[in-house]
């Protein structure tokens, strides 16, 4: 009998067949015929309505405490019509503790065993099936919740158990030495977060990413790009815009657990610009330090990050007097807003009494570590600003 659309049946387009809200009286044989002007062909199907979903009977117990570095071992009975249980079942298991998550499926050890003979959790048509679970206790070694979820073809049920490592009288708490800080990084440059996890052993430190579409943080896991060190320290190469935002470290041993938030920032790289220069002349008096300004604008996230150096030229020889002035640098806000990632840092230096004693250009070097830039200023020197002019010999009349 051919099937139309109804309430009953959906023929979509593409030859798909949709049967809402199936029950026995849909089982059987069907057929699914294709022509056209050419030939035609068809396909025969049967259709089973099994009415026993899978059932976990036996749950985990609300809490389960177990020893530092011992294995952790489950157990659970299922019910299911499934015929072929050990190819058509899945298990998978989640841990999670405050905003902690970490799938442990990966972990996850387990065998099958059938009861044969009638028993409590027997059912008309249902198989039972005893499950063991192991999760060696390397992955099991903080405190937190464990959900099991056993699926099979056609439903699926889980069940939850609070874990708890028991402490040790002399267990230490995890900590943080030194606690890790937010950063800047440049476009493209690598970075590394240092830091290092303290406490009894074992430590187990997970890094996290803040979603910003779900507000979710979400676990990072080793590959290409990020590297998790055993210190809890973390890698992140050829760092780009979408690395910018929310970082979590969470660590946990037994004894508790800790945990840091940061922000990493990525700039954009911009060349260094000297935007009020030396003068072009600067008069100094004699025996006098000389004091000057300029003002750069640099993609730098600190004073550090500036290199300076002085030097002094006259009638084409060259001498380097860095060792020989002092400076400060501090960063003027909302001075020379471009719209990138760049800021106004204004150096302050003084140039020490004798090398302001001669003719000739100061040449002052500034750079950062992709760019610098240079400016000059024609030293002039003159008198004494304190001391009124006096001859010493008074010239005498000849």
Known sequence: QEIVDSSDYKVYPNGSLAIPDIDADNEGTYRVVLSNGDGSTSVDI????????????????????????????????????????????????????????????????????????????????????EVNLRVPFQHSQASGNLTLVVRDS????????????????????????????????????????????????????????????????????????????????????????????????????????????????????????????????????????LDLEVTVYAAITSEDDLTLSLGHSLKGSYKDITDYFTYTISEEDDVDDRGDDGRTWVIKFIVSYPFTDDLGHLILSIGDEYSGGITTTKLFIGGDDEIKPYFDPKPEDV
């Open 154 to 289: 056609h439903s699926s049920d889980s069940t939850i158990t609070h874990l708890i490592i028991a402490k040790e009288a002399n267990d230490e708490a995890p900590f943080f030495d030194p606690v890790p800080s937010s950063v800047k990084s440049f476009h493209g440059d690598d970075l590394f977060i240092q830091t290092s996890v303290k406490g009894s052993t074992p430590l187990t430190v997970l890094w996290f990413k803040l979603d910003p579409y779900s507000s979710e943080f979400i676990e990072i896991v080793n590959d290409d790009k990020f590297t998790i060190h055993s210190n809890g320290s973390l890698s992140i190469l050829d760092t780009m815009e979408e690395d910018e935002g929310s970082y979590r470290v969470e660590v946990a041993n037994n004894a508790g657990s800790a945990k840091v938030d940061i922000e990493i920032e990525v700039i954009q790289r911009i060349d260094l610009v000297i935007v009020k220069p030396l003068p072009r002349q600067t008069h100094v008096y004699h025996g006098k330090d």
């Open 46 to 129: 049967e259709v089973t309505v099994l009415d026993i979903a899978l059932v976990i009977e036996k749950q985990l117990p609300e809490e389960i405490i177990i020893a530092p570095e011992e294995d952790l071992n489950l157990e659970v009975i299922v019910s299911t019509a499934t015929s072929t249980l050990e190819d058509d079942i899945t298990l998978s298991l989640q841990y999670s503790s405050n905003e902690i998550k970490k799938d442990l499926t990966k972990y996850l050890q387990f065998n099958l065993l059938e009861f044969t003979a009638e028993n409590q959790y027997s059912k008309d048509n249902a198989r039972i099936w």
